[in-house]
């Protein structure tokens, strides 16, 4: 069984629950790959940022986020977005 961990991205336009293996994240001190099983982690998430993730099916994806504020507790993660904006899915 793969391990995953589960993405859930709360906005003023609704609610969407991703299962993904990885996600990278900019913040205000860096960019961050989020697993698995990662420490706790609340951080903001930087104006205007891409954030790239991997589906468990091998899909890749983006958004691109207004900015927001990141939890990370192991393999639950709440992003809370003022507007994310899909990009296409990557093949990959």
Not at 1 to 30: D, H, K, Y
Not at 42 to 49: I, K
Not at 52 to 71: A, E, I, Q, S
Request: aromatic share 6%; glycine share 10%.
């Amino acid at each position: 069984m793969i391990e995953a961990l589960n993405l859930q991205l709360i906005s003023s336009v609704g609610n969407q629950t991703l299962r993904l293996l990885w996600f990278e994240v900019t913040t205000p001190t860096g960019e961050f790959v989020i697993g698995p099983g990662h420490q706790p982690l609340v951080s903001l998430v930087s104006p205007q940022s891409k954030l790239l993730y991997k589906k468990t099916d091998g899909t890749m994806g983006m958004f691109v986020v207004c900015g927001g504020v990141l939890h990370v507790e192991h393999n639950e993660v709440t992003l809370l977005l003022d507007s994310p904006i899909e990009a296409e899915d990557k093949q990959g």
